[in-house]
């Protein structure tokens, strides 16, 4: 009789010592998701850029609004595809909790390196077309995030410049080698015919071959839009200092490269759009969504902005009722 007590108690301690162990693991993964842990988020931006900049600071700005502590490994890839594909790589051989992604190149090397880890991505002009998600309400097992591609940006943009500046032949300098390049300058090329405007395309593949594709458009076009291109933008000084020496209006595809010296963009605050982003983080790793639960989204606001000084320095009068159309760059 002691000898089946004896073995009864020895069960009943088993069975409570396995009942704690289960209650510890499960408290462990509540906490998983919890503001008391310390997430370590991998970034990965693509080139130094001011846009993609403004975005990265818009993402890490919401985690912190959130409350989600988070201590960040952020690598630039200098614009160098060998460069984005290794931070990927290193990323997952580092356990990290979630990938941001700052621009096409960043987003699709980091799903091609884990189809585990959490990704979210911005400044992607085509997320469909880039194969990183289904459609923008069917995001992947383990991406999504926001795009820099509103549908109406780039129309704005191109109708002020045949409206307005009357041009009728533009240029375009892009990297053919960059999927969201190509998407833009047809868009561009498409809404130019309809508004009896031709497109002169000129395609780099270094920032070194910037200068001399714009200097190249000399006395070819009149006027320049640079969309938002990783390659361009990063040496867009140069083609500033063409565009101002020649007389050349230079448009832009966005509002961080507006503010350098182009006569205008139709855009949104990259910072915005990377909060966004950060948001959709905050909601993945405090564990209340999952990747595939969280739709793609587009920029939230959308204007016209005018920088008066570039025009006047690009040879262009300036129509003060162009403030009807959008608003003046007040240098800020």
Partial sequence: MKKKVRALSFALAGMLMLAGCGSKESSGDAEKGGKDKEFKVGISQFAPHPSLDAATEGFKKALSDKGIKVKFDEQNAQADMNNVQTIAK?????????????????????????????IIFTSVTDPVGAGLVEAFDKPGKNITGTTDNHPDATKKTISFITDEVKAKNIG?????GEQNSVVQVDAVKKIAEEKGAKIVD?????????????????????????????TVV??????????????????????DSMKKGAVAASGFSYYDLGYQSGLMAAEILSGNKKPSEIPVELPNSLKLVINKKAAEAQGLKVNEEWSKLGEFYNGK
């Fill in 90 to 118: 290193n990323f997952v051989g580092d356990k990290v909790d979630l990938i941001f992604a700052n621009a096409t190149p960043s987003a699709t090397s980091a799903l091609n390196a884990t189809k585990e880890i959490p």
């Fill in 202 to 230: 000129v395609s780099v593949s270094t920032t070194a071959e910037v200068k001399q594709a714009a200097e190249s458009l000399v006395g070819r076009v009149d006027a320049i839009y640079i969309p938002t291109d990783n």
């Fill in 172 to 176: 375009v300098i892009f990297n053919s």
């Fill in 234 to 255: 990063t040496a867009l000084d140069s083609v500033i200092a063409v565009a101002n020496s020649k007389k050349i209006p230079l448009f832009v595809g966005e509002l």
